[in-house]
């Protein structure tokens, strides 16, 4: 049998305290993260965003415990799979790829080409596609592999996405359900789906899959959860002059309120893992909105986290993708949209469609105070809830 091995991979956040400057940093040296017509300006403005921002994300992950446990329930994850793996027979070695922060991803392919692994799976731990999300980690395993072709395992897969995998929706119904329970009058309690949002650009211009697929899991995971209860979907965490998917979850809280809604169960559907968006953004800056608007009982289904039925879902697709033919990094980045978001375009003179395109990317200079002015308050920390 060949060695087999399970690439997680997730987008990393600050362990403790001192961390966070330095995640802040490699967050915003990130040209997708923020995109500038300059590579040469990435680098300081990064350091001035992470310097700026420090001190108040390090008093939001104070409200969590210090740090974000995303590293230590990820590798939880990590060593249920393996053992539910074992138990079904199919031997497998575990890595943890971080986008931001340890273990990077370049960490754990490193390791993967030491153990010799011949046959990897690439699960990313993000239910549904975005190119902001598993995209960025897959064009970073592209940028990898093809400057040092000799990490590149022997044969490789990869799980684009998997929000229709049955053992998830059922742990989805599952968790929402224990909350619907614990209300007065389960079956007229709101249903809140919450999922972190992405700049509608995104979608309109690039071809972006999320927000179909985000709309596709909240119906499937309503039709599996099997009960009356009215539904909304929202995304959180929008940040700058852009617009971003729509509607807003602190808008469509607010809504809610002004309709009369006392009973809430909030679902953080594009989320496996409870880290500063649940756990400081949810549960404490959204409950304030919903308490002020009158929804006095808002109740949070966990995470999945290392939920033995989600830890069933993820060895299912495990094995399924083992079986079946190989689907590759080029297949699963691939756009619906012939759009150029990255690497960035070269310079161009000229009224050419790519002059055109740095004419606006100039025009986001004068965009940069804004968004300085909005690192010294409180917008930017929803920029980071995408890779928290």
Same mark, same amino acid.
């Given at each position: 049998?060949?060695?087999?091995?399970?690439?997680?991979?997730?987008?990393?956040?600050? $362990?403790?305290?001192?961390?966070?400057?330095?995640?802040?940093?490699?967050? #915003?040296?990130?040209?997708?993260?923020?995109?500038?017509?300059?590579?040469?300006?990435?680098?300081?403005?990064?350091?001035?965003?992470?310097?700026?921002?420090?001190?108040?994300? @390090?008093?939001?992950?104070?409200?969590?415990?210090?740090?974000?446990?995303?590293?230590?329930?990820?590798?939880?994850?990590?060593?249920?799979?393996?053992?539910?793996?074992? $138990?079904?027979?199919?031997?497998?070695?575990?890595?943890?790829?971080?986008?931001?922060?340890?273990?990077?991803?370049?960490?754990?392919?490193? @390791?993967?080409?030491?153990?010799?692994?011949?046959?990897?799976?690439?699960?990313?731990?993000?239910?549904? #596609?975005?190119?902001?999300?598993?995209?960025?980690?897959?064009?970073?395993?592209?940028?990898?592999?093809?400057?040092?072709?000799?990490?590149?395992?022997?044969?490789?897969?990869?799980?684009?996405?998997?929000?229709?995998?049955?053992?998830? &929706?059922?742990?989805?119904?599952?968790?929402?359900?224990?909350?619907?329970?614990?209300?007065?009058?389960?079956?007229?309690?709101?249903?809140?789906?919450?999922?972190?949002?992405?700049?509608?650009?995104?979608?309109?211009?690039?071809?972006?899959?999320?927000?179909?697929?985000?709309?596709?899991? /909240?119906? &499937?995971?309503?039709?599996?959860?099997?009960?009356?209860?009215?539904? /909304?979907?929202?995304?959180?965490?929008?940040?700058?002059?852009?617009?971003?998917?729509?509607?807003?979850?602190? $808008?469509?809280? @607010? @809504?809610?309120?002004?309709?009369?809604?006392?009973?809430?169960?909030?679902?953080?559907?594009?989320?496996?893992?409870?880290?500063?968006?649940?756990?400081?953004?949810?549960?404490?800056?959204?409950?304030?909105?919903?308490?002020?608007?009158?929804?006095?009982? #808002?109740?949070?289904?966990?995470?999945?986290?290392?939920?033995?039925? #989600?830890?069933?879902?993820?060895?299912?697709?495990?094995?399924?993708?083992?079986?079946?033919?190989?689907?590759?990094?080029?297949?699963?980045?691939?756009?619906?949209?012939?759009?150029?978001?990255?690497?960035?375009?070269?310079?161009?003179?000229?009224?050419?469609?790519?002059?055109?395109?740095?004419?606006?990317?100039?025009?986001?200079?004068?965009?940069?105070?804004?968004?300085?002015?909005?690192?010294?308050?409180?917008?930017?920390?929803? &920029?980071?809830?995408?890779?928290?």
């Amino acid at each position: 049998m060949s060695r087999v091995g399970v690439l997680l991979l997730n987008l990393g956040g600050p $362990d403790k305290l001192e961390d966070v400057g330095p995640f802040l940093y490699n967050l #915003f040296s990130d040209p997708e993260i923020i995109r500038l017509p300059f590579r040469w300006l990435q680098k300081p403005l990064a350091w001035f965003i992470a310097s700026r921002r420090t001190k108040t994300s @390090q008093a939001n992950y104070k409200q969590i415990g210090g740090g974000s446990p995303l590293r230590r329930i990820t590798e939880a994850q990590g060593e249920a799979l393996k053992q539910k793996l074992g $138990d079904l027979g199919q031997e497998v070695n575990i890595y943890v790829g971080m986008r931001y922060w340890h273990p990077y991803t370049e960490e754990a392919i490193a @390791q993967i080409a030491q153990d010799k692994i011949e046959q990897l799976v690439i699960l990313p731990l993000y239910p549904q #596609f975005s190119i902001s999300t598993s995209g960025s980690s897959f064009r970073l395993l592209e940028k990898l592999w093809r400057e040092q072709p000799e990490l590149q395992p022997r044969d490789y897969t990869v799980i684009p996405s998997w929000y229709k995998q049955p053992s998830y &929706l059922r742990v989805m119904a599952e968790l929402i359900a224990q909350e619907l329970d614990q209300c007065p009058n389960p079956d007229e309690a709101h249903i809140f789906f919450s999922a972190h949002g992405v700049p509608k650009s995104y979608v309109e211009e690039a071809g972006d899959p999320y927000e179909q697929e985000i709309e596709e899991c /909240t119906a &499937l995971i309503m039709q599996t959860l099997n009960r009356p209860n009215l539904y /909304t979907l929202a995304y959180q965490s929008r940040v700058g002059p852009v617009e971003w998917l729509q509607p807003y979850t602190e $808008d469509a809280l @607010q @809504q809610l309120g002004a309709q009369g809604v006392k009973d809430l169960v909030v679902v953080p559907i594009s989320f496996v893992s409870e880290h500063i968006e649940t756990l400081q953004e949810i549960d404490i800056e959204y409950r304030e909105i919903a308490e002020d608007v009158g929804i006095h009982n #808002f109740r949070r289904a966990a995470a999945p986290n290392t939920h033995p039925v #989600f830890i069933q879902a993820l060895a299912e697709l495990v094995i399924e993708s083992v079986e079946k033919p190989s689907f590759k990094l080029s297949q699963a980045a691939q756009m619906k949209k012939k759009v150029k978001m990255y690497p960035q375009e070269n310079w161009e003179w000229g009224m050419t469609t790519s002059a055109e395109v740095w004419n606006g990317r100039i025009a986001m200079l004068g965009f940069i105070a804004l968004m300085i002015e909005l690192v010294t308050g409180h917008g930017l920390l929803h &920029l980071i809830g995408l890779l928290q």
